[in-house]
C-alpha cells in the first residue's frame, strides 16, 4: 500500500507527518529545528527521500536543511546565499560595490528530474538555483534584472518571490510569482523573462492594466495540462488557458474572492480548490467559519466544504504555501492554519479531519506519495 508524507513548515520548526494509504492514522515527527521560521519544506520529485529546507531567523540568517533519508536526519548545506560563505549576514555579492541584502528563502522547487538540482526564490524578490544539492547557490539573474525590476512593490508580507512552478512538458518553460509585481515566465530555463500578466486587474496601482505592479498571491497548474493556469491573487481567481499569455476571472458564486492558497486536484485537472479569506484587512474566514471551496468546473461554479471543519468562532488563516494534493486514487487534500492546525481530506474534500493540532503557525505544507 502507497503511503503519504506531509511536510510542514512552521514559525517554530518544521515537522513531518506520515500515514498508510488510508490516511486514518498519523504518526509525527518534530520539531526539526525547533525555534526557526520554517518558511518551506519540499521533497524531490526524482529522489522520494531527498527533501529541502528554509530555515532562517533574524540572529543568524538563512540556512538550507537538506535531508537524505526523508526527514529522520538533517544536514545544513549553503549556509547562506553569499560570495564567501560567512554565515548570518543574508547578503548576496554581485558586483556591485555594497551587498544586496535579502530576508530570507520563501520557496524552494527541486528540479523534475535531478535531485541535486533545486531552485529558491527569496525576499527580496530573486531567484536562485543549485546544481549540488543545495551546497552552493547562484543566481538567475535574468528576472531581477528584467526592465521591470526596478519598479517592483512589496506587498504586506514583503516583495517575496514565493511560488516556483515547472512545465513537466517543456524542459525550459517555468513560472515564478513575486508579490507584488505579477506573473512571469522563462522559456529557456531561467536565464530571460517577461511578465505574464495581462487581463489582471489591481487596484492601487497607477494603471490597472499595468504590466507589472500585481499582488499575486499564489499559482497551481496540473502537469497534465501545464498551459492551464489557475491563479488567487490579493483579489481575484484568475485562470489562463495559454500559459498566462492572458487571464480571465474565475471568481464566480465564492463569497469573497480574497485569499491566499490555491491549488488543482491531482487526477482532475478542472477541479480547484481555495480557502477565501474575508479581506485584506480581516485574514479570517467570512463569518468565522472554515470552509475551502471547490470548482469542478475549472472555476466559476464553487461549492463549500465544510464537513469536519470549525463552522463557529474560527479565526485563522491559510498561507499561500500552506495547500497540498496527494496522487493516491483517491486523492487526499491538505491544508495548515495560522492556528497550528493541520487538515486532511482522504476523499477529495467531502469530509476533513485534523492530523494534528497545536503546532505554531502553519507556514506551509506540501505533500509527498510514496510507494
Not at 517575496?160 to 513560472?175: E, K, Q, V
Not at 463569518?287 to 461549492?303: A, C, F, I, K, P
Request: glycine share 12%; net charge negative.
Amino acid at each position: 500500500m502507497s503511503r503519504v508524507r506531509v511536510l510542514v513548515g512552521t514559525r517554530k520548526g518544521a515537522f513531518v507527518l506520515s500515514a498508510d494509504g488510508n490516511r486514518d492514522r498519523w504518526e509525527v515527527s518534530g520539531p526539526f529545528f525547533a525555534g526557526w521560521e520554517v518558511y518551506h519544506l519540499k521533497g524531490s520529485p526524482a529522489d522520494p527521500d531527498r527533501l529541502y529546507a528554509s530555515q532562517s531567523s533574524g540572529w543568524s540568517g538563512q540556512v538550507i536543511q537538506r535531508s537524505d533519508d526523508g526527514g529522520e536526519n538533517w544536514e545544513p548545506v549553503g549556509n547562506q546565499f553569499s560570495y564567501d560563505g560567512v554565515p548570518g549576514t543574508h547578503q548576496w555579492y554581485d558586483g556591485t560595490p555594497h551587498p544586496w541584502e535579502f530576508e530570507r528563502v520563501w520557496h524552494l522547487e527541486p528540479s523534475l528530474g535531478d535531485p541535486d538540482t533545486v531552485y529558491a526564490g527569496v525576499e527580496d524578490a530573486a531567484l536562485f538555483h543549485s546544481r549540488d544539492g543545495g551546497r552552493n547557490w547562484a543566481e538567475l539573474p535574468g528576472l531581477r534584472g528584467h526592465g521591470s525590476g526596478p519598479s517592483w512593490q512589496p506587498g504586506a508580507g514583503g516583495m517575496c518571490l514565493h511560488t516556483i512552478i515547472l512545465d513537466p512538458s517543456r524542459p525550459g518553460r517555468m513560472f515564478a510569482a513575486i508579490s507584488a509585481a505579477g506573473a512571469f515566465r522563462s522559456d529557456d530555463g531561467g536565464l530571460s523573462w517577461r511578465p505574464v500578466n495581462h487581463g489582471l486587474q489591481s487596484e492601487g496601482i497607477p494603471d490597472p492594466d499595468a504590466e507589472v505592479g500585481h499582488c499575486v498571491h499564489r499559482l497551481a497548474m496540473h502537469p497534465s495540462r501545464p498551459e492551464v493556469l489557475y491563479m488567487q491573487k490579493h483579489w481575484d481567481v484568475m485562470r489562463s488557458d495559454d500559459a498566462g499569455d492572458s487571464w480571465h476571472e474565475v471568481s464566480g458564486n465564492l463569497p469573497t474572492d480574497f485569499g491566499f492558497a490555491i491549488d488543482v486536484h491531482a487526477h482532475e485537472p478542472d477541479t480547484v480548490y481555495v480557502v477565501p479569506i474575508t479581506s485584506d484587512a480581516l485574514h479570517y474566514p467570512p463569518d468565522g467559519r472554515l470552509r475551502v471551496y471547490r470548482s469542478r468546473t475549472g472555476g466559476d461554479e464553487w461549492q463549500p466544504l465544510t464537513r469536519g471543519l470549525p463552522q463557529r468562532h474560527c479565526y485563522v488563516n491559510v498561507l499561500r504555501d500552506a495547500m497540498a494534493v496527494d496522487s493516491l486514487d483517491s486523492c487526499g487534500i491538505y491544508f495548515g492554519t495560522t492556528g497550528g492546525q493541520v487538515y486532511a481530506s482522504p476523499d477529495a474534500g467531502d469530509t476533513w479531519a485534523p492530523i494534528v493540532h497545536d503546532l505554531p503557525a502553519v507556514l506551509s505544507v506540501e505533500v509527498q506519495t510514496l510507494p
